[in-house]
């Protein structure tokens, strides 16, 4: 027999719980531990708020039976990576599959904006897991003039302002994750020290799934047959994208417009136009711009949030990877040619 919860009602019932005692909650300023509730089982969750755009949750837990949760993502949803060291859970999320598995000794990435998921999990084994969230924010703060050596999808993530929907699962946790991870289960620290040592392992770990993503997908090149229709749709989704630069459909709203599922129209993208949906989406926004820059009287800032970047600073990087110029060269070059 399964147990169904929504958030909603999760939420009230765990609170309901800390309310009459049923479990005991600790916050000292830099980390919170829970226990697990009596209805729901045994162990424990830490969770640690290391800046408001960066979080861990660590959850280890023995449930007393099946039980799943629905919940409802928001469009601002975070770069999520999760790392399985016991258990697994069965999870239908609309847009991604009907059912799959996310399991012991597996890492996942994944970002899934505005859309519903289940978690199925078993009451006759441990779960353990390491959660990390981040907000686009505390990558930006790295600089983004190397962000072309990501994967599209994070790249979609640190500069669009809409965020990427996808689920990556990037399988065998490494060696190497398996030592950050216990490094940071076993933190030695305490105060401001363990709130600088976590936030540091928590990078590592994302660095080595980005690491991880480009390293399969160097080994595992896959290239489609497409029909002369398939090419015919990503050209007009490309069409679909131009028209929409300022509020653009999400990569599954999109392969639904023009009849392809989204992995058949990334992988399109990248047969026919040599980039991605959200590379494409780059391109045109920029070259927007640079016809701003030429035919208007717009300040740099001004056509930045034209074209849907939140900072200068993006802007820039972005606009200078594209066109081997800064945007005040490319003012300061046109405005020679005009006199």
């Known amino acids: 027999m399964m147990t169904s ?26 980390e919170e531990v829970e226990s697990c509730p009596s209805w729901l089982g045994q162990g424990q969750r830490r969770w640690f708020g290391l800046s408001w755009s960066l979080e861990i949750q660590i959850q280890n837990e023995q449930y007393r039976s099946n039980w799943s949760l629905q919940r409802n993502h928001n469009d601002q949803f975070p770069l999520t990576a999760k790392f399985y060291l016991a258990g697994c859970s069965n999870v239908q999320t609309r847009g991604i599959a009907d059912e799959y598995v996310e399991q012991a000794g597996q890492n996942y990435l994944y970002c899934l904006p505005d859309t519903e998921e289940i978690e199925a999990y078993s009451g006759k084994e441990r779960s353990h897991s390491v959660m990390i969230w981040l907000q686009p924010e505390r990558l930006r703060a790295f600089g983004t003039e190397h962000i072309a050596s990501l994967a599209p999808e994070l790249q979609q993530f640190l500069e669009g302002d809409t965020r990427p929907f996808f689920h990556r699962p990037l399988g065998q946790t490494t060696p190497e994750m ?24 928590a990078l590592e770990l994302l660095s080595l799934q980005f690491a991880q993503w480009l390293e399969q997908d160097k080994t595992t090149p896959q290239r489609l047959l497409l029909r002369s229709d398939d090419v015919e749709r990503v050209h007009y989704a490309k069409a679909i994208l131009a028209q929409n630069l300022m509020h653009p459909p999400s990569l599954v709203e999109l392969a639904r417009q023009v009849g392809l599922n989204d992995y058949k129209l990334k992988q399109g993208f990248r047969q026919v ?6 590379g494409c989406l780059r391109e045109q926004r920029l070259e927007l711009a640079r016809q701003l820059l030429s035919d208007t009287e717009m300040s740099i800032e001004e056509v930045a949030i034209a074209v849907g970047y939140q900072s200068r600073s993006s802007f820039t990087a972005a606009f200078r990877r594209q066109f081997g110029t ?14």
């Open 273 to 278: 136009l040599g980039t991605t949906p959200f």
């Open 326 to 339: 800064s945007p005040r060269l490319w003012q300061r070059q046109i405005s020679r040619k005009i006199v």
């Open 178 to 201: 398996q030592r950050v991870l216990q490094r940071l289960l076993h933190c030695p620290y305490q105060g401001f020290t363990k709130q600088v040592y976590l936030e540091s392992q």
């Open 5 to 30: 919860f929504t958030e909603a009602t999760f939420d009230q019932r765990w609170e309901e719980s800390k309310q009459s005692g049923d479990m005991t909650s600790h916050w000292d300023g830099a």
